[in-house]
């Protein structure tokens, strides 16, 4: 490597496209338009009063100093207990770990299994970023193609079929981001027992519990106790910008996992910490579930809605805030498509290439973190511009 030059790991890193549908919104906005977001993978609620005032309750003192690395006990204990009564498993707070968002979980899981050259299967489409830590960690990810047939999701089938030497595990993501499907019990069993056969971990990020409509996301910690768990404070707990997740590891993993927290990080944000201490109060969680039924109701609204426009479907997302939609009927490249729909009438999406590799150019991912009325606007838009497409 030359000075001036960056690692040849961070260059093989993919931008995110949907930046420049961002820049693009941003530079229509400022221009006076009215824009209608669906790009954005983010609750447009605000954090829930519980949590604040924990917060200030906390800033108020002024000593925000460091935790301990592996985060504070007593929020350890809060999410044990969380476990205890949601997924009816025991963990121990040993195994729990606060961590700057998943995002963080993500890394702390990955490097401490990942050596140089080691294999990682993962879902395709799928979240971009997992891809690339892997490589950021001196593995290679092998993107699985998923399609629409078995509900996005990866299966123990697909897992043997891909395993090589050199493969040392699977990550998933039920709810999954682009897709919102989710996998059932049995299927997280085959994978779970396929993974374990093969003697590989595996990565469950659960960040979209709770987000689940008409049904119960099921843990892989309901499964076995050999997996790694990350889920997050950003989506159902609404605190994307206090950057707060956590991790949950094997008995054997602990100890790795303890120190690359020291070292990457030090700790969690400490008035995030206190702050998510209210996130599993009785109040929080009727705030909470208020919430997610009416994201329930957007789903509704745009996934019929889509359809009569067109889009192909698979059946409804039972999770997330997401619809992948198949854009087949009208263009075989969905990033130009999704660059003119912002342009010509005002809606932002997602493009699939986000997403992966795996015919992403047929798909469009729509986000239902805005409003009834503006998602009604949004249809009402789409078709218009439909109609002169
Ligand atoms: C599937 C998935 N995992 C992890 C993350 C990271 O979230 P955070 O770091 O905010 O907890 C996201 C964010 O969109 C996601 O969609």
Redesign the pocket.
């Known amino acids: 490597m030359n000075i001036g030059q960056v690692s040849k790991r961070v260059d093989s890193i993919s931008p995110f496209y949907v930046m420049d549908i961002m820049a693009r919104a941003k530079e229509l906005e400022e221009a006076g338009r009215n824009i209608i977001h669906m790009e954005v ?1 983010e609750p447009d609620f605000s954090t829930p009063k519980p949590i604040i005032d924990a917060a200030q309750r906390f800033l108020d003192i002024g000593e925000v100093h460091y935790t301990k690395a592996q985060g504070l006990p007593l929020l350890r204990d809060k999410i044990a207990n969380f476990y205890r009564q949601e997924y009816l498993v025991e963990v121990s707070p040993e195994r729990i770990f606060i961590t700057p ?4 979980a ?1 890394t702390v899981a990955l490097a401490s299994l990942l050596d140089e050259g080691d294999e990682v299967l993962t879902c395709d489409p799928g ?1 971009p ?1 997992n891809d690339n830590i892997v490589t950021l960690f001196g593995g290679r990810a092998k993107p699985i193609a998923v399609d629409a047939s078995q509900n996005f999701q990866l299966t123990g089938a697909d897992i043997t079929q891909a395993w090589t030497p050199a493969t040392r595990g699977v990550m998933i ?1 039920s709810p999954s ?1 682009p897709t919102g499907t989710m996998v059932n019990r049995s299927q997280l069993d085959d994978i779970a027992q396929t993974v374990k056969k093969h003697q590989g971990f595996l990565i469950s ?1 659960e ?2 519990h709770g987000l689940v409509y008409g049904q119960r996301a099921i843990s892989a910690l309901e499964i076995s106790d050999d997996v790694f768990v990350l889920n ?1 404070f ?1 989506k159902f707990f609404g605190m ?1 910008g206090w950057r707060l ?1 956590w991790l949950i590891v094997p008995d054997y993993a602990v100890s790795a996992a303890n120190r690359l927290m020291q070292n990457l990080y030090i700790a969690a944000p400490t008035h995030s910490q206190y702050a998510a201490l209210a996130a599993f109060s009785d109040e929080t969680r009727v705030i909470l579930n208020q919430r997610r039924d009416e994201f329930e109701c957007r789903r509704d609204m745009l996934y019929d809605g889509l359809k009569q426009l067109g889009f192909v479907l698979l059946n409804k997302p039972k999770g997330a805030f997401y619809i992948y939609a198949d854009c087949r009927a009208f263009t075989d490249d969905s990033y130009t498509f999704s660059l003119e729909l912002l342009d010509k009438a005002g809606v932002a999406t997602t493009p699939g290439k986000d997403f992966g590799i795996s015919a992403p150019e047929r798909y469009l991912r729509f986000a239902y973190t805005t409003s009834t009325e503006r998602i009604e606007e949004g249809l009402r838009r789409i078709k218009a511009f439909l109609a002169g497409w």
Not at 101 to 104: D, E, I, L, N
């Open positions: 993978g968002g998943a995002s963080g993500l979240y970023c993501a981001n990020d960040i979209y997050s950003s994307t997740g």
